[in-house]
């Protein structure tokens, strides 16, 4: 449970960790029976349907103050998000 | 005077000069209040904005808007430009989109007039729309009951005629188990027919918005404004989009309808399963030939959904990080911020992104996502097979009536299999309906699903419209005084 926590960064309190275990325990086992099936003859190719592709060519996007006004902190005169130091301490 | 309730009349009656936009727009807005208390239907109404289009419209007047002066209501998870969006999340509870999804755009393109934004269990995932963050939606049939979800508020702003249309989304069954669940039509388009373009992002290879209506011409016009292309979305399809309405006659002669029987044989609630049968009878009546057919992959729709889906999920909701956007828990290291930020996913929200990074981790991702992406493609199969000798196969939409608050909220895998019936239609990628087809015992309402070829939604709508001519359903009591909508 904390190694995947720990992959998803996601913080669960003790009655979660408690609770998802039983939980997950019975929703993988119930997922097992696809283990059973004979997939000899399928062809995953043909479902979800091909992506189209587009030229890579710049397109106007979001206007950036915009985008920034729904950011939890940002410094908009510069330009960019903030976030907690990364580097140093 | 009494005006008029589906989305055809208001149109004709306003492009006519009989109402105006703004008379329409209030009604609505009135019955939202009147009706919505103990519903909770609504995350969001958005009066002065509702308002302020309808009088521009009234002012503009563009005689051939398709959906002119329609009261419509949104699903919280269909990103609107300047209108709050939350996806039913406390990560996004002051979230205001700086742009609008693409069928947004075409709505206002139609003319429809946007009244608010529906709840919705929290980033779509649930089937009673009690994993809201944001408190459970009722169904107007019993309030004691669950409307269905995860689309849960657009099925009852429709079914309490507060809107005679609303758009929700699907990725298991969101949108056709509440329309069953609350008696109005629920539609899953064919995968690619409607641009995902801003809708927030759950499992992006099964996601599709589809429209809930009380009849099917009212479904049919709300559906040819939002179908076709969008290069925004990689996945949307170019096929042309036929008129939908062009055959709403009743008759289905020359149709041939598969019935899996073997998959009813188990789970289907005995009063579920009588109307179903009912529901049959009247496709059979307006002329449809009822043909056995198998899909041996069917039962496995459940498990290879959780695997795809979730996976999917654990991918798209890693981007709620507390950068971006939504709401930020703790500043004091980056780390910190991630876990703290995300720890205030709702439970459900954690389940599916635990099981999602389980089964795309190291050792895992073969024997889980490898092995379930092959039986979605043999579940595929099978409907290619079934639709060489049928146009469409029916089953219940959902085996049971609408349960009880409560009663499956800490059970997840009980409340997985509400989905039993539905979640195969978007793993195959495939066109589905929900249709009323009559009320239980208990007076719940209870649907009968098709699901058709790829871009067949003409052929389902037909079909839908002839079993609504002939099982007429009532509307559901007024929670305040009991009397009939």
Same mark, same amino acid.
Not at chain 1, 14 to 26: C, H, K, N, S, V
Not at chain 1, 62 to 88: E, N, Y
């Given at each position: 449970?904390?190694?995947?926590?720990?992959?998803?960064?996601?913080?669960?309190?003790?009655?979660?960790?408690?609770?998802?275990?039983?939980?997950?325990?019975?929703?993988?086992?119930?997922?097992?029976?696809?283990?059973?099936?004979?997939?000899?003859?399928?062809?995953?190719?043909?479902?979800?349907?091909?992506?189209?592709?587009?030229?890579?060519?710049?397109?106007?996007?979001?206007?950036?103050?915009?985008?920034?006004?729904?950011?939890?902190?940002?410094?908009?005169?510069?330009?960019?998000?903030?976030?907690?130091?990364?580097?140093?301490? | 005077?009494?005006?008029?309730?589906?989305?055809?009349?208001?149109?004709?009656?306003?492009?006519?000069?009989?109402?105006?936009?703004?008379?329409?727009?209030?009604?609505?807005?009135?019955?939202?209040?009147?009706?919505?208390?103990?519903?909770?239907?609504?995350?969001?109404?958005?009066?002065?904005?509702?308002?302020?289009?309808?009088?521009?419209? *009234?002012?503009?007047?563009?005689?051939?808007?398709?959906?002119?002066?329609?009261?419509?209501?949104?699903?919280?998870?269909?990103?609107?430009?300047?209108?709050?969006?939350?996806?039913?999340?406390?990560?996004?509870?002051?979230?205001?989109?700086?742009?609008?999804?693409?069928?947004?755009?075409?709505?206002?393109?139609?003319?429809?007039?946007?009244?608010?934004?529906?709840?919705?269990?929290?980033?779509?995932? #649930?089937?009673?729309?009690?994993?809201?963050?944001?408190?459970?939606?009722?169904?107007?049939? *019993?309030?004691?009951?669950?409307?269905?979800?995860?689309?849960?508020?657009?099925?009852?702003?429709?079914?309490?005629?507060?809107?005679?249309?609303?758009?929700?989304?699907?990725?298991?069954?969101?949108?056709?188990?509440?329309?069953?669940?609350?008696?109005?039509?629920?539609?899953?388009?064919?995968?690619?027919?409607?641009?995902?373009?801003?809708?927030?992002?759950?499992?992006?290879?099964?996601?599709?918005?589809?429209?809930?209506?009380?009849?099917?011409?009212?479904?049919?016009?709300?559906?040819?404004?939002?179908?076709?292309?969008?290069?925004?979305?990689?996945?949307?399809?170019?096929?042309?989009?036929?008129?939908?309405?062009?055959?709403?006659?009743?008759?289905?002669?020359?149709?041939?309808?598969?019935?899996?029987?073997?998959?009813?044989?188990?789970?289907?609630?005995?009063?579920?399963?009588?109307?179903?049968?009912?529901?049959?009878?009247?496709?059979?009546?307006?002329?449809?030939?009822?043909?056995?057919?198998?899909?041996?992959?069917?039962?496995?729709?459940?498990?290879?959904?959780?695997?795809?889906?979730?996976?999917?999920?654990?991918?798209?909701?890693?981007?709620?990080?507390?950068?971006?956007?939504?709401?930020?828990?703790?500043?004091?290291?980056?780390?910190?911020?991630?876990?703290?930020?995300?720890?205030?996913?709702?439970?459900?929200?954690?389940?599916?992104?635990?099981?999602?990074?389980?089964?795309?981790?190291?050792?895992?991702?073969?024997?889980?996502?490898?092995?379930?992406?092959?039986?979605?493609?043999?579940?595929?199969?099978?409907?290619?097979?079934?639709?060489?000798?049928?146009?469409?196969?029916?089953?219940?939409?959902?085996?049971?009536?609408?349960?009880?608050?409560?009663?499956?909220? *800490?059970?997840?895998?009980?409340?997985?299999?509400?989905?039993?019936?539905?979640?195969?239609?978007?793993?195959?990628?495939?066109?589905?309906?929900?249709?009323?087809? #009559?009320?239980?015992? *208990?007076?719940?309402?209870?649907?009968?699903?098709?699901?058709?070829?790829?871009?067949?939604?003409?052929?389902?709508?037909?079909?839908?419209?002839?079993?609504?001519?002939?099982?007429?359903?009532?509307?559901?009591?007024?929670?305040?005084?009991?009397?009939?909508?």
């Amino acid at each position: 449970m904390e190694r995947i926590a720990a992959l998803a960064r996601l913080e669960l309190t003790a009655d979660e960790i408690e609770r998802f275990a039983g939980q997950l325990t019975a929703i993988l086992a119930y997922a097992d029976q696809v283990q059973q099936v004979d997939t000899a003859g399928a062809d995953v190719a043909a479902v979800p349907p091909a992506t189209a592709w587009r030229s890579d060519t710049p397109i106007p996007s979001l206007d950036r103050d915009l985008v920034l006004s729904q950011a939890p902190a940002a410094d908009r005169a510069a330009g960019h998000f903030k976030v907690p130091r990364v580097l140093g301490s | 005077m009494s005006l008029p309730t589906t989305a055809c009349e208001i149109r004709a009656a306003i492009a006519s000069g009989k109402v105006s936009a703004a008379e329409v727009c209030r009604d609505a807005l009135a019955r939202i209040r009147d009706t919505d208390g103990p519903l909770s239907a609504f995350l969001h109404v958005d009066e002065a904005g509702a308002l302020a289009r309808a009088e521009q419209l *009234d002012r503009e007047r563009p005689a051939s808007a398709p959906l002119l002066g329609v009261p419509i209501a949104l699903k919280d998870n269909i990103c609107t430009a300047g209108i709050p969006t939350t996806a039913g999340s406390r990560v996004l509870e002051h979230y205001v989109p700086p742009y609008s999804a693409f069928v947004v755009e075409q709505l206002e393109r139609a003319g429809a007039v946007i009244v608010g934004k529906t709840n919705c269990d929290e980033f779509a995932m #649930g089937s009673s729309t009690e994993h809201s963050a944001f408190g459970p939606t009722r169904n107007p049939w *019993d309030l004691e009951r669950i409307p269905g979800g995860s689309s849960g508020g657009s099925a009852v702003a429709v079914a309490a005629a507060m809107v005679p249309l609303a758009l929700g989304s699907e990725t298991g069954g969101s949108i056709r188990q509440p329309a069953a669940l609350c008696g109005v039509l629920g539609l899953k388009p064919t995968y690619g027919r409607v641009s995902r373009f801003g809708l927030i992002a759950f499992g992006s290879s099964l996601d599709q918005i589809g429209p809930f209506a009380r009849t099917a011409a009212d479904m049919a016009a709300l559906l040819q404004a939002i179908a076709g292309q969008d290069a925004r979305d990689s996945t949307s399809a170019a096929d042309p989009v036929p008129d939908y309405a062009a055959r709403l006659d009743g008759d289905l002669s020359g149709l041939r309808i598969g019935v899996p029987r073997a998959l009813l044989t188990s789970g289907v609630e005995a009063d579920v399963r009588a109307r179903f049968d009912e529901g049959l009878l009247a496709l059979e009546s307006a002329g449809a030939t009822l043909v056995d057919v198998t899909l041996p992959h069917a039962p496995l729709a459940i498990p290879v959904y959780y695997l795809v889906a979730n996976a999917e999920a654990s991918s798209n909701l890693a981007r709620f990080d507390g950068v971006r956007y939504g709401t930020r828990a703790d500043d004091s290291s980056l780390s910190s911020m991630y876990y703290k930020t995300r720890g205030r996913f709702g439970a459900e929200v954690k389940r599916r992104i635990m099981i999602g990074t389980f089964v795309l981790s190291a050792g895992y991702y073969d024997a889980y996502y490898v092995k379930a992406q092959k039986v979605r493609a043999l579940i595929r199969k099978d409907y290619d097979e079934a639709f060489t000798t049928v146009d469409a196969v029916a089953v219940p939409t959902a085996p049971t009536a609408a349960f009880k608050l409560g009663e499956r909220i *800490d059970d997840p895998l009980q409340m997985y299999l509400s989905d039993v019936f539905t979640a195969a239609a978007n793993l195959a990628g495939l066109p589905a309906i929900s249709v009323p087809c #009559g009320l239980t015992g *208990d007076r719940l309402p209870a649907g009968l699903q098709l699901t058709g070829r790829p871009f067949d939604e003409a052929l389902l709508l037909r079909a839908a419209h002839a079993v609504q001519q002939q099982i007429a359903m009532p509307g559901p009591m007024r929670p305040r005084d009991s009397g009939s909508l």
